[in-house]
T-cell receptor
Framework: GAVVSQHPSWVICKSGTSVKIECRSLDFQATTMFWYRQFPKQSLMLMATSNEGSKATYEQGVEKDKFLINHASLTLSTLTVTSAHPEDSSFYIC?????????????FGPGTRLLVL | QKEVEQDPGPLSVPEGAIVSLNCTYSNSAFQYFMWYRQYSRKGPELLMYTYSSGNKEDGRFTAQVDKSSKYISLFIRDSQPSDSATYLCAFRFSGGYNKLIFGAGTRLAVHP
């Protein structure tokens, strides 16, 4: 299957700082990428849909000014957690949409673990 | 009623057992049905992708979809300790917005 990478894989930061997470599709172009967060022993919660060349679409309850998303190219989307606080500590996972013929599939990155002190 | 229902488990089975994982859903507009496997502290990995009622087999895995009953299953034959993970069912509408709707995930433990 297609490969999606994330960087960094984990990050520890102080409260009030901003953290940027990169998501890359390595062997395919993705016009659409998705950002999720996941708390321990819970399922994935979609935060936003990132479209190349346009503004991201945020899910209800997700603060767009806090979670800045930029889909700069067909292989790169970034999530910036601004002014991070301890409650933002979570596992952040991106996925990229791959369309082969009529089959559309989402491939997930390995995730980024964020700990805000 | 939740859009997707999936028993979170945990489900513990001996090595070699046949495992049955299930999800029910309420939205008849779902057209695509997927199963993902997620190891601890890793991103989900696509296991099976189907879009019609019936069975689809891939190695030790069989995905079953029953649209009339709004029910999907994943069967794992000859389960191995390496199958220990959380299994997530996922659903998608056709066309338009491509959001996946996930089940809560079932934690599976296969012990030697």
């Amino acid at each position: 299957g297609a490969v999606v990478s994330q960087h960094p894989s984990w990050v520890i930061c102080k409260s009030g700082t901003s953290v940027k997470i990169e998501c890359r599709s390595l062997d395919f172009q993705a016009t659409t990428m998705f950002w999720y967060r996941q708390f321990p022993k819970q399922s994935l919660m979609l935060m936003a849909t990132s479209n190349e060349g346009s503004k991201a679409t945020y899910e209800q309850g997700v603060e767009k000014d806090k979670f800045l998303i930029n889909h700069a190219s067909l292989t790169l989307s970034t999530l910036t957690v601004t002014s991070a606080h301890p409650e933002d500590s979570s596992f952040y996972i991106c996925s990229a949409r791959d369309l082969v013929g009529v089959q559309e599939t989402q491939y997930f990155g390995p995730g980024t673990r964020l700990l805000v002190l | 009623q939740k859009e997707v229902e999936q028993d979170p488990g945990p489900l513990s089975v001996p090595e070699g057992a046949i495992v049955s994982l299930n999800c029910t859903y309420s939205n008849s507009a779902f057209q695509y049905f997927m199963w993902y496997r997620q190891y601890s502290r890793k991103g989900p990995e696509l296991l099976m992708y189907t879009y019609s009622s019936g069975n689809k087999e891939d190695g030790r895995f069989t995905a079953q979809v029953d649209k009339s009953s709004k029910y999907i299953s994943l069967f794992i034959r000859d389960s191995q300790p390496s199958d220990s993970a959380t299994y997530l069912c996922a659903f998608r509408f056709s066309g338009g917005y491509n959001k996946l709707i996930f089940g809560a995930g079932t934690r599976l433990a296969v012990h030697p």
